[in-house]
């Protein structure tokens, strides 16, 4: 009768730490919105969504900045960045260009999801996986010392380009699922498939900012008098394992773990929505509410995706041969339940 009591006692307790934890991040993220104040946009147009071209249903191996972008070494280090949840440091390649290199569990997660993404039609940053190199002139390293060696090696980082001349807006500039200009469109409801195809559970948005925004927008010149605001998640390394709501339910780049949970992606139609199996930090907002109609003309774009595409784009994300032919299969059959719900 005590061990009862010790357990319902610690349940509770979670549940009030966990209760007490959620509004204390729910008040300090709108005290930082506030604070920042409104954004500071100049773009004439604003978009979620470009019609893919044929490149990206062929060479998901080389993803948004296709092969000749992959960077160049020799790399040289410019700093190493304390945020974010892993190690990460800035480099400059031979040809000039500036990336974020980010060393961890996440890595292989966000090089396949952008590919898919940009494959889809959605905006994401040119990133691709470098399985080995080395940095010259690296300053002495806090979090990325175990990532680089005392010579500059390294090996799987990701890299992802940041050009200068695009401006990006994070954090408590960045927007929300159920505050941006597509809510009640077909663009952003397929978005939200895409995050569930890519089981990815970390949805966080600008409500989130206290722990951590996964979306931006990067504002960009289109030509000389033009500006565009590209709406895009930033961040996908909740994916390509188990989605869930807790700790214990969820993983990444786990192929058991996704294989498991396709035969429960769709579940069913119920009043003219797609009812989808997915749980995450936004489960509302991502899986309720997509509507039949937007379901197939997401199934359109996404039956167009041959296999052999997604295993090239997964062996370009450092995805074993098993791997990449277990992924791609589950993948078939995530979209083939929603061809058949679109259907009704």
Request: with cysteine; proline share 3%.
């Amino acid at each position: 009768m005590i061990v009862v009591w010790w357990l319902v006692i610690a349940v509770a307790g979670a549940f009030a730490v966990a209760t007490i934890l959620k509004l204390y991040w729910k008040g300090a993220g709108l005290y930082r919105i506030r604070r920042a104040g409104p954004r500071r946009l100049t773009a004439e147009r604003h978009r979620l969504w470009r019609d893919p071209d044929r490149r990206g249903l062929v060479d998901l191996a080389g993803g948004p900045g296709g092969a000749e972008g992959r960077p160049q070494p020799p790399f040289t280090f410019l700093e190493e960045h304390d945020g974010g949840t892993q190690p990460c440091c800035s480099v400059r390649d031979a040809r000039g260009r500036r990336w974020r290199v980010k060393w961890g569990h996440e890595v292989r997660c966000e090089t396949f999801a952008v590919r898919l993404a940009w494959a889809l039609g959605y905006y994401a940053e040119v990133t691709h996986l470098v399985e080995s190199g080395t940095i010259e002139d690296a300053a002495p390293l806090r979090r990325a010392r175990d990532c680089v060696d005392e010579t500059g090696r390294f090996t799987d980082g990701r890299f992802e380009l940041d050009d200068p001349a695009v401006r990006k807006l994070f954090e408590e500039h960045s927007w929300a699922w159920n505050d941006n200009p597509f809510v009640g469109t077909r663009e952003l409801d397929g978005l939200k498939i895409t995050v569930m195809l890519l089981s990815n559970w970390d949805a966080k948005d600008r409500r989130d900012v206290a722990r951590g925004s996964n979306t931006a927008i990067f504002e960009e010149q289109v030509s000389k008098w033009r500006r565009e605001a590209r709406y895009l998640v930033s961040d996908w390394g909740g994916s390509m394992g188990r989605w869930g709501g807790t700790v214990m339910t969820r993983g990444r780049w786990d192929v058991d773990g996704f294989e498991a949970q396709s035969a429960d992606f769709v579940r069913g139609v119920s009043n003219g929505c797609v009812v989808f199996g997915y749980s995450g930090q936004r489960t509302a907002d991502i899986a309720h509410g997509i509507t039949v109609e937007h379901a197939r003309w997401f199934h359109r774009l996404a039956d167009r995706i041959e296999e052999a595409a997604i295993v090239s784009g997964l062996l370009a994300s450092g995805a074993t041969a098993d791997e990449a032919a277990r992924f791609a299969r589950a993948f078939r059959i995530r979209i083939d339940q929603l061809g058949l719900a679109a259907r009704r």
